[in-house]
């Protein structure tokens, strides 16, 4: 399948910091990408979906302000949690997807603010 | 909307026993469907995917799962389980098209007994 690298898998972050995270389709063009967040033990659930060149729909609940995304070109979309607190720290999983039904997941990162 | 049901939490099996995790599935539409494992602090793996071809399909580590349109059920199968199956499980589901996001069930923690 193809391949998506997820940056970084583990960040730590002092509150009131902000931290980007980065999501590369490494050998497709990502017209879409998705943004997921995983609590303990809970599933994904999906934050935001961005398209290429367009401005990213987030999903009821997630603050547009907090959880900025940018999907710039179809080979990098961006997260960034500004002004992070402690209850932002989760786990953090993009997806791309091309033409095909199938969407290829990030590894995740690991974000804990201190 | 698309949406899945794992109808478990949580389901233990001795090894070498067979292992069944359930999930219904409701969609508007012909539905695009996955089943995906994530052992601790790991990323996702596929294991299978559902498009509209073959009603039983098979998928990696000996899974395999039935789409049964009449009971809206995508159930994933494995003859006989190994300590290296425990994890967590997750249903997914996806509409038509390339633009739409992976929806995922609550998942299921599948455990191993020796």
């Known amino acids: 399948g193809a391949v998506v690298s997820q940056h970084p898998s583990r960040v730590i972050c002092k509150s009131g910091t902000s931290v980007k995270i980065e999501c590369r389709s490494l050998?497709?063009?990502?017209?879409?990408m998705f943004w997921y967040r995983q609590f303990p033990k809970k599933s994904l659930m999906l934050m935001a979906t961005?398209?290429?060149?367009?401005?990213?729909?987030?999903e009821q609940g997630v603050e547009k302000d907090k959880f900025l995304i940018n999907h710039a070109s179809l080979t990098l979309s961006t997260l960034t949690v500004t002004s992070a607190h402690p209850e932002d720290s989760s786990f953090y999983i993009c997806?791309?997807?091309?033409?095909?039904?199938?969407?290829?997941f990030g590894q995740g990162t690991r974000l804990t603010v201190v | 909307a698309q949406s899945v049901t794992q109808l478990d939490s949580h389901v233990s099996v001795s090894e070498g026993t067979p292992v069944l995790l359930r999930c219904n599935y409701s969609?508007?539409?012909?539905?695009?469907l996955f089943w995906y494992v994530q052992h601790p602090n790991k990323g996702l793996q596929l294991l299978l995917k559902?498009?509209?071809?073959?009603?039983l399909v098979k998928g990696i580590n000996g899974f395999e799962a039935e789409f049964k349109k009449s009971e809206t059920s995508f159930h994933l199968t494995k003859p006989s389980a190994h300590m290296s199956d425990a994890a967590e499980y997750f249903c997914?589901?996806?509409?038509?098209?390339?633009?739409?996001?992976?929806?995922f069930g609550k998942g299921t923690t599948l455990s191993v007994s020796s």
């Open positions: 997806s791309a997807s091309g033409r095909g039904t199938e969407a290829f």
């Open positions: 050998d497709f063009q990502a017209t879409t």
């Open positions: 961005s398209n290429e060149g367009s401005k990213a729909t987030y």
């Open positions: 969609s508007s539409y012909s539905p695009s």
């Open positions: 559902y498009t509209s071809a073959a009603t």
């Open positions: 997914v589901v996806r509409g038509p098209g390339a633009g739409t996001a992976l929806i």
